[in-house]
């Protein structure tokens, strides 16, 4: 039983599903569990929409009507006109008609999910349709009953246990009758309001699935040819990794490396199910496979770039020092704002901290903060970490910007520059 996970750059378009359709032919004497994204960059579109429904701009209607007419191009491209697809999308779309005709009252995080999760029931709905008229027979899952989460919006904590229970009791049966084609990204919680699992989290929600049932491998399908050493939108002389370990794999995800989800790794190196990471332009090329027992070799190092970053310095109102105690808070603080810190980094009488900004959870930090705290900070940051560094990797990367925070450990540096 194989687990295939495609992201929203393989399925952008009308070519890119029928791209999808001929990769998953290939594989038809297996079992097939499909995850699949939002289409191409309708997620960005829909957290717009989200923002522009919160703070009811006038441009809401707008942004909305171009998220509908993308994917009812897509539709006229693939389907005869009276195709059942076109009433099932016009359906799950109301779901977002209904929430934005009246004002918004609810927390961000929550409406946040409720919007943006429609990209992949779209997407979903579209492909598993797709490929029933091209002959291949599935059926389409909803995962929202499948990934049970806590209710921790944008960032839902998997209730392991049920979700264990609801996947082996049902998933197996109907793989036995064809392919089955869900939803990456998403999950439930008790009172049956949708979660997301964080941005690019559809590979968690395969490996999540592969976890469960015990999966042969899970091959995610990518628009670069493997796992390289850098994000070739920034860098043009990346070279690509033929394998990695679990552990190599976990740090890099843990930095930022945005190929991978964080939390894809750990339920596959528990399982010990192997990670393949392929190109969806090219099917039979070997890509990366991340395993227990992968070689890792680094021809150069790992440059990891996370952008539009904040760093926030902490210190004491009576000028003491910042002590465990003050430690403790300022952690609580981070966790109750849903804030993951990247850097932190202390001194006799401050507290330095990196993070991703949200504007909505960094404006809560900082309120709670300032209650008991002197606070600074400088926005629209870069954070540079480089594994397995070099002094001249160091050097140039850095040359020309301003260091505001500088790290380096054994394997890993890290620097934080504008």
């Not at 190599?248 to 750990?266: D, L, R």
């Amino acid at each position: 039983m194989l687990v295939f996970k495609f992201g929203g750059a393989s399925v952008k378009d009308a070519g890119g599903i029928i791209n999808l359709a001929n990769v998953v032919k290939k594989y038809t004497g297996n079992q097939l569990l499909i995850v699949v994204s939002a289409m191409g960059k309708t997620t960005n579109a829909l957290e717009n929409l989200t923002r522009a429904y919160v703070d009811q701009t006038e441009n809401m209607h707008l942004i909305y009507d171009g998220i509908k007419q993308y994917h009812f191009d897509i539709l006229q491209q693939l389907f005869e006109p009276k195709h059942p697809v076109f009433d099932e999308i016009a359906n799950t779309f109301v779901e977002i008609d209904w929430m934005i005709e009246d004002e918004p009252h609810d927390d961000y995080d929550f409406i946040y999910d409720q919007i943006v999760s429609i990209g992949e029931l779209i997407s979903t709905r579209i492909i598993s349709a797709y490929l029933n008229k091209d002959g291949v027979k599935n059926q389409w899952l909803d995962v929202r009953g499948y990934i049970h989460t806590d209710n921790t919006y944008r960032e839902g904590v998997v209730q392991w246990d049920k979700t264990r229970e609801s996947i082996c009791k049902d998933i197996p049966a109907l793989l036995d009758k064809g392919a089955v084609v869900t939803q990456g990204f998403l999950g439930g919680t008790s009172e049956n309001f949708t979660t997301t699992l964080g941005r690019e989290g559809s590979d968690y929600t395969a490996s999540i699935f592969a976890a469960c049932l015990g999966a042969e491998s899970v091959t995610t399908w990518k628009d670069v040819p493997g796992i390289l050493n850098a994000d070739p939108k920034f860098f043009t002389d990346t070279v690509k990794f033929d394998e990695l370990s679990y552990t190599e794999a976990i740090e890099m995800t843990y930095y930022g490396a945005s190929v991978i989800h964080p939390k894809t790794i750990k339920p596959l190196q528990n399982a010990k199910i192997p990670l393949l990471v392929k190109p969806f332009t090219d099917p039979g090329a070997t890509g990366t496979i991340i395993k227990e027992d992968g070689i890792n070799q680094f021809v150069k190092p790992v440059i990891i770039l996370k952008q539009n970053q904040v760093l926030l310095s902490v210190s004491t109102k009576d000028y003491s020092f910042v002590t465990e105690d003050h430690l403790s808070d300022i952690f609580r603080l981070f966790a109750q704002s849903q804030v993951k810190v990247n850097v932190m980094q202390t001194s006799a009488l401050s507290f330095s901290v990196c993070f991703d900004f949200y504007e909505e959870r960094f404006e809560k930090l900082l309120d709670n903060f300032k209650q008991d705290f002197k606070v600074k900070y400088n926005s629209g940051l870069t954070l540079i970490t480089i594994r397995h560094h070099t002094e001249s990797a160091l050097k140039e990367l850095t040359e020309g910007k301003t260091i505001l925070l500088e790290q380096i450990s054994r394997n890993t540096a890290q620097v934080v520059v504008k």
